[in-house]
């Protein structure tokens, strides 16, 4: 049964001809060709144009043409951001008091415990963090990676996924590095120098991979024994400091005594030394003295030997204390000599 439907009242469509539909045609054509004939690289990007897929060029930051409808493509990629990726934890909310996701009590900061679980009950940021040291010792080690692209062309192109790509790199080579040293070296003393072979070993195979991404830093954020252990662990640095507080204690001690010791030595020697050239010099002279007397005496004796008289009694005369000089004409010596004591107990000299 055919049905007629009145046509009354409904509004006309246009009749084209094939020369409008042309124009219609055209007029979509060129404002499609103009959405895609233009495109923007930011101040801080460069544009890295494809032309059916194959790389033609590098573009520059501003306003840019390519070929349209797709037949060039442009992928912009950012060469003076500094992009970062972190291990063990991430970042929820920058600024002031920082909000982090993955541990607790990061010192002098805000902080937020977020877990994620595995499906087989796993931390992910634990078993990211989680290594071996190289006498066997257990640590969650806490780092940062901070890059930037210096060849976009080979960023764009060598590697597919360079996040995910940096990320397993760097997990590596920092478990190769911690690898290397022990536990203290880890938590104490040997932090700059695992930073430095870290940076280095990473971007030497990121160079290998022709990756175009040059490595800026890699900083440890924070390294600590896991959880189960930490009451032993800072047992065992109590002892460690008692230890060498014991040592400090014995090396002040000996820097007392000792050097006091070799003090005292030092001086006993200089005065024997002291002492043996005062004899040696002492001697010299005495023979030298004795030399010039000797040449006296040779040349006039008497005036000689009176001259050691007299010198010889300045010295004796005097330690005497009662003297007799006597007259050498006087036959006797009875008239002179007083034997009778003085009222005052002395002796007459």
């Known amino acids: 049964m055919d049905i007629n439907l009145p046509n009354e009242g409904l509004p006309k469509l246009p009749k084209f001809s094939s020369t409008n539909w042309l124009i219609l045609f055209v007029i979509v054509l060129s404002f499609s060709a103009a959405g895609s004939l233009f495109y923007q690289v930011g101040p801080d990007e460069v544009g890295v144009v494809q032309r059916f897929g194959k790389y033609v060029r590098t573009a520059s930051p501003g306003l840019r043409m390519k070929i349209p409808f797709y037949m060039e493509t442009v992928r912009n990629v950012k060469v003076t951001h500094v992009f970062k990726e972190e291990f063990g934890f991430r970042t929820v909310a920058p600024g002031v008091r920082t909000v982090y996701a993955g541990r ?192 006296a005496y040779k040349t006039a004796p008497l005036v000689t030997k009176r001259r050691l008289y007299i010198e010889m009694m300045d010295k004796v005369l005097p330690a005497v204390e009662d003297k007799i000089f006597i007259d050498e004409a006087q036959k006797g010596i009875l008239p002179f000599l007083n034997l009778e004591p003085h009222k005052d107990g002395g002796k007459e000299s």
């Open 104 to 295: 607790e009590g990061y010192p002098g900061q805000g902080t937020m415990r977020m877990q994620r679980q595995f499906q087989g009950g796993g931390d992910p940021f634990l078993e990211e963090s989680l290594m071996l040291t190289g006498d066997l010792n257990m640590a969650v080690v806490e780092w940062i990676v901070q890059y930037t692209v210096n060849d976009p062309v080979k960023y764009a192109f060598r590697v597919r996924n360079p996040g995910e790509t940096i990320r397993n790199m760097s997990e590596a080579v920092m478990r190769l590095v911690i690898g290397d040293h022990t536990i203290n070296e880890v938590l104490t003393s040997g932090r700059v120098e695992i930073q430095q072979e870290a940076e280095k070993k990473l971007q030497e195979l990121l160079n290998e991979y022709e990756a175009g991404i040059a490595i800026r830093n890699v900083i440890l954020q924070d390294v600590t024994p896991p959880n189960e252990v930490k009451p032993s662990f800072n047992e065992v640095n109590e002892a460690r400091q008692e230890k060498e507080k014991v040592i400090n204690q014995a090396w002040e001690e000996y820097n007392r005594v000792i050097p006091k010791a070799k003090g005292q030595a030092d001086q006993v020697l200089r005065e024997a030394e002291g002492y043996a050239l005062e004899r040696i010099n002492r001697a010299k002279g005495d023979a030298e003295r004795f030399n010039v007397t000797l040449q």
